[in-house]
């Protein structure tokens, strides 16, 4: 059985050529937090469901630069493992789902007009299900990635004063 090491925020989201998470690794790094990013080239499905499981602090975007159906079914599921966990853990969901994607034809990522048609469904029904449920503890839903990072910072800072008082009262 493989073993892996526990991280503090999981970045998982749309992955491919997206950049999105570089502002996050840079900003997580200065304030020395440890990640954990699934988007490489030894990506291990094991270790991702590990992360997604145990990892503190879980983000999910889903941007407009993919069709997103993989990440907004894993959204889902983030939400589902993030409520089962609560009393036994601390886990904190970060949502961020950009409203649509723009057909493109010289994107090969983007020129599918059923696709991009069924993702911007996907995304309506996934963002209002959230909405309905915006009350969900230890579940944020965000509305921008910038908001998003803004959200993890405080949520670390949340975390290490939960890790203090925890040690406080033993």
């Known amino acids: 059985m493989k073993t892996y090491e ?3 925020v999981g970045l998982f ?3 491919g050529n997206s950049k999105w998470r570089e502002p ?6 200065e304030l020395g937090v440890s990640w954990y990013n699934p988007c490489r080239d030894d990506w291990d499905p094991e270790e991702d469901s590990y992360q997604l499981k145990n990892d503190t602090i879980i983000l999910m975007p889903v941007t407009d630069e993919t ?17 089962a966990s609560i ?3 601390k886990t904190k969901l970060v949502i961020y789902i ?15 007009k059923t696709a991009v048609k069924e993702s911007n469904r996907a995304r309506k029904i996934v963002t209002n299900h959230i909405k309905i449920f915006h009350d969900l503890p230890n579940v944020y839903f965000v509305h921008s990635l910038e908001k998003m ?14 890790d203090e008082i925890s040690e406080m009262i033993k």
């Open 149 to 162: 990072l803004e959200v993890t910072e405080k949520l670390v800072e949340l975390v290490n004063l939960e």
């Open 13 to 15: 989201g749309t992955c």
């Open 87 to 89: 009393y036994q853990k």
């Open 98 to 112: 950009a409203p649509e994607v723009k057909y493109d034809e010289n994107n090969p990522q983007l020129c599918d």
């Open 67 to 83: 069709y997103g159906t993989g990440t907004l079914s894993e959204s889902a599921f983030g939400i589902v493992t993030t409520l």
């Open 24 to 29: 996050f690794i840079k900003r997580l790094d």
């Open 6 to 8: 526990l991280k503090t």
